[in-house]
Nanobody, 125 residues
């Protein structure tokens, strides 16, 4: 079992950048594909970005393509989400999650096994 903890959330003005981190403990994160998801008020959890075990393969949700970048440092057991050009519609709780299959390109939250507690990101106008 791997424990995931998000950090780096907070309040940011529209147009600004923010970087989230997902640190793992109790396991080797390189064994898993990792995804970022988000959930706004009264909304279902939606896929944001994913990355394969090696970091070479990345994929994104349509709403963040070209603005967000996912990366990982397996030596540090950490996955990052660099968010640029933020707008109020990006306001949500952001979660990182690990998928058992290291090559998974799944966008479905139900297929991910391990989840962090979430980090609040609020974007003001």
């Amino acid at each position: 079992q791997v424990q995931l903890v998000e950090s780096g959330g907070g309040l940011v003005q529209a147009g600004g950048p923010l970087r989230l981190s997902c640190a793992a403990s109790g396991g080797t994160l390189s064994r898993y594909a990792v995804g970022w998801f988000r959930q706004g008020p009264a909304a279902e959890r939606e896929f944001v970005a994913g990355i394969l075990w090696s970091g070479a393969g990345t994929f994104y949700g349509d709403s963040v393509q070209g603005r967000f970048t996912i990366s990982r440092d397996n030596a540090e057991n950490t996955v990052y989400l660099q968010m640029n050009s933020l707008n109020p519609e990006d306001t949500a709780v952001y979660y990182c999650a690990a998928h058992r299959h290291p090559y998974s390109r799944s966008r479905a939250a139900s297929e991910y096994t391990y989840w962090g507690q979430g980090a609040q990101v609020t974007v003001s106008s």
